[in-house]
T-cell receptor, first 115, second 110 residues
Framework: GAGVSQSPSNKVTEKGKDVELRCDPI?????LYWYRQSLGQGLEFLIY????????KSGLPSDRFSAERTGGSVSTLTIQRTQQEDSAVYLC?????????????FGSGTQLSVL | GQSLEQPSEVTAVEGAIVQINCTYQ??????LSWYQQHDGGAPTFLSY????GLEETGRFSSFLSRSDSYGYLLLQELQMKDSASYFC???????????FGTGTRLTVIP
């Protein structure tokens, strides 16, 4: 597609349920990032994928969070046993090669609300 | 660790010039980026400075001084549509992701 696509755009779930968030990066981009943004706050790094290399998971806040990237393209972020503090906008971004200073292209995000 | 400091809010008049500052603390500096985010929208790339000096792109310019660990974003001929949050960012030390500041909310008033 023309840009980074994320789905769903909104997700409301009950505390304790699992959720899956999807990201479709720009075709040909080898680097993919997940960030989280709480209301009125900055972007918090979660995880980074580059090609076939092992992902950088250093930003994942707990073992309830995991992510996969299949075939070097689509990525899924999974949050197990959701908690209210997980409520945030989850943003996905991709870049051509993951180089320093390279432009990141962001999707519009998934607004997650945990009740 | 790393830190980025930017003002939380700035208000400016339509047609005026506004400067948004960013002071950083990081080991191994590799450049300063700026992103714009409208309410409810996706962050979009504005500029990247790896070397000292001013980079100009239309109404927007970005400046970097590595010796002062300081940069700024300059917006000229402000328009109402420039009302948004502006984030400075640096590469995370020892990693490949970008570390973002907490953002400056710019409000342009008539």
């Amino acid at each position: 597609g023309a840009g980074v696509s994320q789905s769903p755009s909104n997700k409301v779930t009950e505390k304790g349920k699992d959720v899956e968030l999807r990201c479709d990066p720009i075709s040909g981009h080898t680097a993919l990032y997940w960030y989280r943004q709480s209301l009125g706050q900055g972007l918090e790094f979660l995880i980074y994928f580059q090609g076939n290399s092992a992902p950088d998971k250093s930003g994942l806040p707990s073992d309830r969070f995991s992510a996969e990237r299949t075939g070097g393209s689509v990525s899924t972020l999974t949050i197990q046993r959701t908690q209210q503090e997980d409520s945030a906008v989850y943003l996905c971004a991709s870049s051509a090669a993951g180089g320093l200073g390279e432009k990141l292209f962001f999707g519009s995000g998934t607004q997650l609300s945990v009740l | 660790g790393q830190s980025l400091e930017q003002p939380s809010e700035v208000t400016a008049v339509e047609g005026a010039i506004v400067q948004i500052n960013c002071t950083y603390q990081t080991s191994g500096f590799y450049g300063l980026s700026w992103y714009q985010q409208h309410d409810g929208g996706a962050p979009t790339f504005l500029s990247y400075n790896a070397l000292d000096g001013l980079e100009e792109t239309g109404r927007f310019s970005s400046f970097l001084s590595r010796s002062d660990s300081y940069g700024y974003l300059l917006l000229q001929e402000l328009q109402m549509k420039d009302s948004a949050s502006y984030f400075c960012a640096v590469p995370q030390t020892g990693a490949n992701n970008l570390f973002f500041g907490t953002g400056t909310r710019l409000t342009v008033i008539p």
